[in-house]
């Protein structure tokens, strides 16, 4: 801020304190600017906080929507994105930009006719908008108006002779129309201009297997992709298929490795690398990697049926039974499937194998049939599901649509070469959008965050901080006991309470403990004695104690709001140490303590009797009805504590993601969508999960 704005701000205020209009409009002002700035350095959800406190001053203001959109956008919420420019453009019909990222959001979504009609608005106030035509060419390529599209890349080339994106497009344009020469032209004049240019290599790449299975070239191609993106995973496990087919093995397992070094979650990395590893007879470690992907996957068969194969070399008749039946299941016109039952009930001696080996023969000559197979509750993919899009963009990825095509039935010999044959990931990337504000580091939603409901709030000596949330979250009883400062430290209310991790920290409670004992011992019990030691109690996580003593000030004083509460949430922390201490194995240590959860429900009634307007106890019941599996009272919970707090960010959140697990897609949207707004982080990560 220059002297000369900083000395206006001062007179303005000097002037008169009654001029609210006035100091309405800087604040408003220095809300949009410090909104820009965290927009500038990519802080999109601490931009967001910002535009909403400036559409709260003055909501017919038409900049804040639009700046909260673009940050929206850098999120990939892309509906919120179309919502807040239209808003924006409500309000200033002539605000171009908002047109651009209005198209740039619609042919996200797909909506390349909407797309178009924006970009046309673009186009007569800057008919040679490099951006906007490039988009608008990618636009036409979608909508097959092919002709169009190409006079639109002509056009660009003729504006702009030196821009490589305009042949890439053309390039990827000639081969969606199959014409493999022109694309090669392009993506050559492509490097020659930018030889830094990663989609000319791929695609090159791509044209050399499909076009010449010609892996070498293919090969080199690959590895300047991977100088250029060496933290891309995807580029490993292709640059490993090329290597397997050029029979260097040890270079391809060394590339799966990588890729699953670098993303862990890929499941075709660990899928390729069991095939490799089932080839040279590591079959223990293929069947750990082939159930990794059942685990990050859910049921697909192609897995199951590889996992069949390698427990039958290895031995383990009984499970390669198991897994081939539900293959079977799914595909009862598999002749493979058959097969390879019969085979290893051959190697078991069942005199039943001839059957099946018989009944592939006959299926042979016949194409393979799509079945319905009932889903086994966990959201795995299903032969029902077989109509759908492929769960991951850009990935051959196993499931149905991939393994029996775009038909309805495809010959036995094509699906069982699916099968069996390694995977490769579709790295022919869409050009990007282009945007004049779209450049993006470290983008919130694309960190792996795992998806569950946000946790529940606890009263504690501690809290973990943000720049969206750098104070307490409020509640009256405890803004009433640091008041009183009886407690030997200040009470703050959190749902992340951090770990103690200082000694010294640690040590501190102890001490506190100590001095309670000596206390309570020596003079007549208070309520807030009990209740200060059962706080140093959850600091160092001994909730039975904590228990007990919340249970002691309750006796001493019943009405005393904030020790329910307390106790309320010891109950709810302890059933997970119990849970834990008492399960034998992996399996039943998550395991729920309905007793310890019912007495923690119990109390949270109690709290709203004293307090009836404390939205936090609301919230956390929904957390503990939804742990208990009953969903549609957890909704009922969450919606009390957004009546009672509106700008509830975690329990629209929650909310959000209850309606998503009851299959109510269109209203869990709308509320992880309010839950960015009001500043949840994992909320943009849901979302992004929740519109593939």
């Not at 097959?144 to 080339?157: C, F, V």
């Not at 032209?185 to 930018?194: P, Q, S």
């Not at 001696?349 to 042979?364: P, Y």
């Not at 919130?444 to 501690?462: C, G, M, T, W």
């Amino acid at each position: 801020m220059s002297r000369i704005f900083r000395i206006i701000i001062i007179l303005s205020l000097a002037i008169s304190f009654t001029n609210f209009n006035a100091i309405s409009q800087i604040n408003t002002e220095q809300m949009i600017a410090i909104g820009r700035n965290a927009l500038y350095f990519e802080d999109y959800i601490l931009s967001i906080q910002y535009f909403n406190q400036a559409i709260s001053a003055k909501p017919y203001l038409a900049e804040p929507y639009f700046f909260r959109g673009l940050a929206k956008f850098n999120l990939e919420d892309i509906q919120g994105t179309i919502d807040d420019t239209s808003e924006a453009l409500k309000r200033n019909p002539f605000l171009t930009h908002a047109y651009e990222l209005r198209a740039n959001a619609y042919q996200w979504n797909g909506a390349d006719s909407l797309a178009l009609i924006d970009y046309a608005k673009v186009l007569e106030e800057n008919p040679e908008d490099r951006g906007v035509l490039l988009n608008k060419a990618l636009a036409l390529e979608n909508l097959k108006k092919y002709d169009q599209s190409n006079d639109t890349y002509n056009k660009l080339i003729r504006l702009y002779p030196g821009y490589d994106k305009a042949y890439i497009g053309k390039a990827k344009l000639s081969l969606e129309q199959k014409d493999t020469v022109s694309a090669i032209e392009n993506v050559n004049k492509a490097l020659e201009i930018n030889k830094n240019s990663v989609n000319g290599y791929v695609i090159r790449a791509d044209i050399a297997i499909n076009s010449h299975r010609d892996y070498q070239k293919a090969l080199d191609d690959m590895n300047e992709a991977i100088k250029l993106q060496p933290q891309n995973p995807g580029f490993y496990i292709n640059r490993a298929f090329l290597r397997h087919n050029l029979d260097d093995y040890h270079g391809a397992m060394s590339d799966f490795d990588y890729a699953i070094q670098l993303d862990p979650y890929n499941y075709v990395g660990y899928y390729n690398r069991a095939l490799l590893r089932a080839e040279v007879h590591d079959f223990n470690r293929a069947i750990d990697d082939l159930t990794q992907v059942l685990d990050l996957k859910g049921k697909d068969y192609r897995t199951l049926y590889n996992r069949a194969i390698v427990y039958a070399d290895k031995g383990d008749y009984d499970e390669a039974l198991r897994d081939i039946e539900e293959v079977i299941t799914a595909y009862p016109s598999l002749a493979a499937g058959y097969f390879l039952r019969g085979d290893i009930k051959r190697r078991m001696g069942d005199r039943s194998a001839e059957t099946d080996i018989n009944k592939s023969i006959a299926l042979a000559k016949q194409n393979v049939k799509r079945v319905n197979v009932k889903s086994d509750g966990n959201n795995h993919t299903n032969a029902s599901a077989a109509t759908g899009g492929n769960e991951s963009n850009n990935t051959n990825d196993g499931t149905f649509d991939d393994l029996l095509g775009d038909a309805d039935t495809e010959s036995q010999e094509v699906v069982a070469a699916r099968f069996s044959n390694l995977l490769t990931i579709d790295h022919n990337d869409p050009l990007e959008l282009e945007y004049s504000n779209s450049t993006i580091r470290g983008r919130i939603q694309n960190r792996d965050i795992n998806v569950k409901l946000e946790p529940i709030f606890v009263a504690s000596y501690y809290i973990s901080t943000n720049d969206l949330k750098k104070e307490s979250e409020y509640m009256k009883e405890v803004d009433k006991i640091n008041n009183t400062r009886e407690l030997r430290f200040q009470v703050q209310v959190t749902s992340h309470e951090p770990s103690i991790n200082d000694a010294d920290e640690i040590n501190r409670h102890f001490q506190s403990i100590e001095y309670y004992n000596s206390y309570l011992s020596n003079h007549t019990p208070r309520a807030i004695d009990y209740f200060g030691r059962g706080m140093d109690f959850v600091s160092v996580r001994n909730y039975r104690q904590a228990i007990e003593d919340f249970s002691k000030a309750i006796e001493l004083s019943p009405d005393f709001t904030l020790a329910y509460f307390m106790r309320s949430v010891a109950l709810y922390k302890e059933h997970y140490t119990d849970a834990a201490s008492t399960a034998d194995d992996k399996k039943t240590s998550g395991m729920i303590n309905k007793a310890l959860l019912d007495k923690s429900l119990k109390d949270l009634e109690t709290v709203l009797e004293l307090s009836p307007n404390t939205a936090i106890a609301y919230y956390n019941k929904g957390v503990i009805m939804a742990e208990l599996n009953d969903m549609e009272y957890a909704l009922e919970s969450f919606d009390k504590a957004i009546e009672k707090k509106p700008d509830f960010g975690e329990a629209y959140y929650n909310r959000g993601y209850i309606n998503f697990k009851l299959g109510k897609k269109a209203q869990g949207l709308a509320d992880i969508r309010k839950a960015g707004e009001l500043g949840v982080v994992a909320s943009y990560n849901l979302l992004k999960r929740m519109n593939k």
